[in-house]
Antibody, heavy 121, light 110 residues
Framework: QVQLVESGGGVVQPGRSLRLSCAASGFTFSSSGMHWVRQAPGKGLEWVAVIWYDRSNKYYGDSVKGRFTISRDNSKNTLYLQMNSLGAEDTAVYYC??????????????WGQGTLVTVSS | QSALSQPASVSGSPGQSITISCTGTSSDVGGYNYVSWYQQHPGKAPKLMIYEVSNRPSGVSNRFSGSKSGNTASLTISGLQAEDEADYYCSSYTSSSTGVFGTGTKVTVL
């Protein structure tokens, strides 16, 4: 069965960096577009970034553009999110989600359980 | 990219039908049939309920249905059940090749 397991969350000071990982199994990872979606405590879902199956295209939400970088290693079935210049507004549970296509179809058909990032001094 | 607009809350009695709206613009909801809906119970990950406006994934009850008219998409839950009490989010592909979610709707079963 499809499994997505996020890791790398924790408490980080403002201005510092953090890298999240998402280990995928149960499907052909190298054929799927992948997303990061976040949810601040008590708030709604916010789309963060997408990477196509072959890394040919990457797109970001306005609030993270220039600070976050999405990447993937298809040989390791792993998705990453490098987060730099973190601020309190980045405090959230970060989910990785599989796209129903190799790119961005607007359909997130499987989700991980999320990893919590807390930005605090 | 502004969030899509959803009502903050919708409620109904068991067995009734409710509809949740999701309003965007011609650059997202109105421009593409790439609207999806997600159910989220407290402390859990979101679950896909409807994709491409009106398609149901395997395993999702046929009590859930979706539609779209212009810049507004809708999710209807018929035969409301206690287990349907959750937060619901719409999502759309955008003209910038990004994604956008709705503000979220809390469904309460009275």
């Amino acid at each position: 069965q499809v499994q997505l397991v996020e890791s790398g969350g924790g408490v980080v000071q403002p201005g510092r960096s953090l890298r999240l990982s998402c280990a995928a199994s149960g499907f052909t990872f190298s054929s799927s577009g992948m997303h990061w979606v976040r949810q601040a405590p008590g708030k709604g879902l916010e789309w963060v970034a997408v990477i196509w199956y072959d890394r040919s295209n990457k797109y970001y939400g306005d609030s993270v553009k220039g600070r976050f970088t999405i990447s993937r290693d298809n040989s390791k079935n792993t998705l990453y999110l490098q987060m730099n210049s973190l601020g309190a507004e980045d405090t959230a549970v970060y989910y990785c989600a599989r796209d129903a296509s190799g790119g961005h179809s607007g359909t997130f058909d499987f989700w991980g359980q999320g990893t919590l990032v807390t930005v605090s001094s | 990219q502004s969030a899509l607009s959803q009502p903050a809350s919708v409620s109904g009695s068991p067995g009734q039908s409710i509809t949740i709206s999701c309003t965007g613009t011609s650059s997202d909801v109105g421009g593409y049939n790439y609207v999806s809906w997600y159910q989220q119970h407290p402390g859990k990950a979101p679950k896909l309920m409807i994709y491409e406006v009106s398609n149901r994934p395997s395993g999702v009850s046929n009590r859930f249905s979706g539609s779209k008219s212009g810049n507004t998409a809708s999710l209807t839950i018929s035969g409301l059940q206690a287990e349907d009490e959750a937060d619901y989010y719409c999502s759309s592909y955008t003209s910038s090749s990004t994604g956008v979610f709705g503000t979220g709707t809390k469904v309460t079963v009275l």
